[in-house]
């Protein structure tokens, strides 16, 4: 049987696409109207979502806030939170949902034909038949609530997205984001915040939110995708029979409106929280956003990536060069976001003033009109057509399935025109086109076109206000106690009552029928043998080579690794600062914009980065090596390219050139900072580790608030500090690149090896000769216990130690332990119960465990939910069930599905950390045969970890003075 022969849906479209190895058709389901797209491709990693296009009317977050809720049980899956007990216990590849500024997609994937059937089925039960319209508390949960424990209690607001939102506010760059949006499109549903503004929130009442899902959670508003191999006639049936054939087609309107162009450009300031005692000087955003066109035309979707690539984002780009020297913000980013209807493309000049405006503006516009005069430089757009294009044809999309990424793809351009959803992910075509127009003129044009000349735009500043965030809480505060005052003691007493019924509702258990109505896998399911460990050791032109030979469909993956444990302690920060500068800085034969430029015309990419591997069989002496690497990627007959091009940025970079040297020490420092407040959980994680791990200290000492520390302290007396920084940097390149001190890790085919050895040995002669021996660093760690101030409105709490060193022992059930946590008492106690967005826990075979928690409201309440965590595994009962979904769930985690670059990097890391095959197996059968004894016998490992007492938080300055008596030291960035 074939898909033509399904009655119940029509085809539209089929369309080979060379591209991506693969056949795209387009259907309509007959009866319901819902659009459907498949993608036929030898690929097991299948992928199936399901969204809708779903316009916010107002800034509540309704759309988030749905996105959440339809999540926590459905009709035929009435469990509280069937998208828990998936992660729990299925071996999907992807499992979650997004919401968009337009679209709300719910994407799942699997490489086992069952699990990924029960993903489909939960999934589908969830969008169209969720519970929310018979619980309240799934609203007041997921969305807002009042929160009020007894009636002398301040009232308060509580909920996860609520938090969350709060947290994404907290960020300078999310808000100036939301703002550059909000402003181009007025007229349009874009000039609402589809997340939340946690101002507006509290406005949206459940019946409201009710009538969100009445309207556009219809099969004639979807937007059905399957891909990967599988039956797909099959799965349409399903559909059908199970759900579509259900519903009539009818008319929902969730247009995308077109924003008609503005008559002239608009300028908006906004303004956004420092903590008290942070400078508003040099911390304003300058933008300069433009819109392009819109997402339908595939020659300008593709050529304003290459025209951001030449004019802005690459080192040296002409924009980026002339601001930076201008000496207009520290830090120049650039943006072109084509996944809306109407694109934005932004120049964006971090760390400046306000009253620079004026001169940003011409600035940019003189560089442009300059650049239609005399033309844009041929080898950056040339560079910048082969980067992508590698990018396209490699689809290497590291842990995330490619049939997930193209699915997002077609989504630009499918959800704005329903009849074109290949546009995109078939592009060879249009690079042929683009690489055609280079010389032609065609550049110029769109230049004048759609910037300069385009009036649709908006110069969007967002400046920096001290005391912002205590200032709204203080409001806010007044806001819900005046509110407070205003009830009658019956009133206030039905709040009490309303916050304790949502308490009881999420402490209430499952109903075991409930949980058992969502499919688990069995443990027999799963295999026992492990992915193949692939290092051959090589030795060629006298250099040690571990050689992972896997097919890489022509492309060769090389680091080389130079070992930096000779450094001394105080110089480890310096290392990092190599790091970040090498490949952006001048060589003795190019600029560094013409060596990035170089270097993408003919490769994949070079970067750089520090590694560390911790020897397993050394723990109890904490052994590890760290080491510099710089990697790269092209065609097996590029190599040469590769090898002479990290040859000239190894031995030929000019580290005396201070200029450049500050302009790269004020940008790690503004891209550190961003860093800490996206990523706070692992940043103190991090940080609580140093205390007591020479291994984690080095991190931090080379990536982390330690080395943020150096990087501040370095720029900001950069006169002082600057002959000394390329002393030290001079001395540290000669000391590490050695050829005594090198190896390599390559993955290729067997034909890949060709001309190595030659490449390798041209690359050993560049190298320094005679490096000094030097005894190996002895790096000292210090409990500090500290709390970060930031002018963010949630917390960060890290809670971490080495159950080792207080007598535990590694055991492959801590895998386990670690989804019971983040998906059981963790989740639902600083998740559920607390309205944090998340938290998560971690134990690895060196003995280093933690507890964190993200963008959360709390601080002490959290520190005592982990206190609780003992106690929780002693008494740890589960049925042979949940036993089995947990074990599961670990398996997910482990297993997945590897593009050729991720296999050879894990390789050479379990060659590096010493883990031999032997080892894996044993944790292997330690996970598949674990029951509920193994895990409460983790309660050791947990009291250890909580006995080390080592706790870092990173958060509001407002609830960390208020806790300050935790803390051993309190300070800000």
Known sequence: MSIR????????????????????????????????????????????????????????????????????????????????????????????AMTYPDKTVYPVASCNDKDFQNLMHVYMDAVLYPNIYAHEEIFRQEGWSYKLDSA?????????????????????????????????????????????????????????????HRQYYHPSNSYIYLYGDMDMEEKLAWLDREYLSAFDARTVDSEIRYQEPF???????????????????????????????????????????????????????????ALTDAGIGKDIMGSYDNGIYQPIFSVISKNANEEQKQEFVELIESVLSDIV???????????????????????????????????????DSWLYDEEKPFIHVEALDTFEFLKKQVGTGYYEELIQKYILDNTHGAVVIVNPEKGRTARMDAELDAKLQAYKASLTADEVEELVKKTAALEEYQSEPEKEEDLER????????????????????????????????????????????????????????????????LGIIDTE??????????????????????????????????????????????????????????????????????????????????????????????????????????????????????????????????????????????????????????????????????????????MKNRLYRGKTE?????????????????????????????????????????????VILSYDYLWQNIRVKGGAYGCMSNFNRIGEGYFVSYRDPNLSRTVEVYEGVVDYLENFTVSERDMTKYIIGTMSNIDQPMTPAIKGERSMNLYMNKVSADMIREERSQILDAGQEDIRALARVAKAVLKADQFCVIGSEEKIEENRDMFGTVTRF
């Open 152 to 212: 002398k209690d301040k009232l308060q607001y509580n909920g996860v997205v609520y938090n969350e939102m709060k947290g994404a506010f907290s960020s300078p760059e999310g808000v100036l984001d939301r703002v550059i949006l909000n402003t181009l499109f007025p007229d349009t549903s874009y000039a609402n915040e589809s997340g939340g503004d946690p101002e507006a929130i509290p406005n949206l009442t459940y019946e409201q939110f009710l009538d969100f």
């Open 518 to 581: 969502i499919p688990v896998l069995r443990r027999e399911d799963i295999s026992r043998e492990i992915e193949p460990i692939v290092n051959e050791e090589l030795r060629l032109a006298d250099v040690p080579v571990i050689f992972h030979e896997i097919e890489t469909n022509g492309i060769g993956y090389v680091s080389v690794l130079f070992d930096i444990s000779g450094v001394r302690e105080e110089l480890l920060p310096y290392v990092g600062i190599l790091q970040s500068a």
């Open 589 to 762: 034969n190019y600029g560094y914009g013409e060596l990035f430029n170089e270097i993408n015309m003919h490769t994949g990419g070079i970067g750089t980065s520090l590694e560390l591997y911790t020897d397993v069989t050394n723990i109890r002496e904490k052994a590890f090596k760290a080491t510099f690497e710089i990697k790269g990627k092209s065609l097996y007959g590029k190599l040469s390219v590769v090898f002479a091009m990290m040859s000239e940025i190894l031995t030929a970079s000019r580290l005396s050139d201070t200029k450049r040297l500050k302009e790269i020490l004020a940008m790690l420092k503004s891209r550190l900072l961003m860093r800490f407040q996206s990523s706070g959980h692992t940043t103190a994680a991090l940080r609580a580790m140093s205390y007591a791990s020479p291994s984690a200290k080095l991190k931090d000492m080379t990536n982390g608030i330690e080395f943020y520390q150096t990087v501040s302290r370095i720029e900001e007396n950069f006169d002082e500090e600057k002959e000394h920084l390329t002393e030290v940097l001079e001395g540290l390149a000669k000391q590490l690149f050695c050829p005594d001190n090198m190896m390599l890790s390559y993955t290729a085919s067997r034909e890949g090896l060709e001309g190595i050895e030659g490449f390798i040995g041209e």
């Open 373 to 411: 005069k005399n033309g844009i430089d041929r080898k950056a757009l040339e560079a910048g057509l082969n980067y992508h294009e590698f990018r396209y044809r490699e689809a290497d999309f590291g842990n995330y399935p490619k049939g997930l990424m193209y699915g997002l793809q077609m989504m």
């Open 263 to 321: 008559g002239e450009m608009l300028e908006k300031t906004f303004a956004y929280s420092i903590a008290s005692e942070e400078s508003e000087v040099d911390n304003t955003y300058l933008s300069y956003n433009k819109v392009i066109g819109t997402s339908l035309d595939k020659e300008l979707y593709l050529a304003f990536q290459i025209l951001d690539y030449a004019l802005l984002s690459a080192p040296g780009a002409p924009l980026k060069k």
């Open 5 to 96: 022969d399904l009655k119940t849906y029509e085809i539209l479209k089929e369309e080979d696409l060379t591209g991506i190895q693969a056949k795209g058709y387009l259907l309509r389901h007959k009866k319901s109207r819902a659009r459907v797209l498949l993608i036929e491709k030898d690929d097991n990693n299948k992928v199936f979502s399901i969204g809708f296009r779903t316009p916010p009317g107002d800034s509540t977050g309704v759309p988030h806030i749905m996105e959440h809720s339809v999540l926590c049980g459905s009709k035929n899956f009435p469990a509280k939170d069937p998208f828990v007990e998936l992660v729990k216990g299925s071996l999907n590849t992807f499992l979650n």
């Open 774 to 818: 030097e005894e190996a660093c002895v790096i000292h760690c210090e409990k500090k216990n500290e709390g970060f101030k930031t002018a963010s409105k949630v917390q960060y709490v890290a809670r971490t130690g080495n159950f080792i060193d207080h007598g535990a022992s590694y055991t492959g059930a801590l895998q386990i332990l670690k």
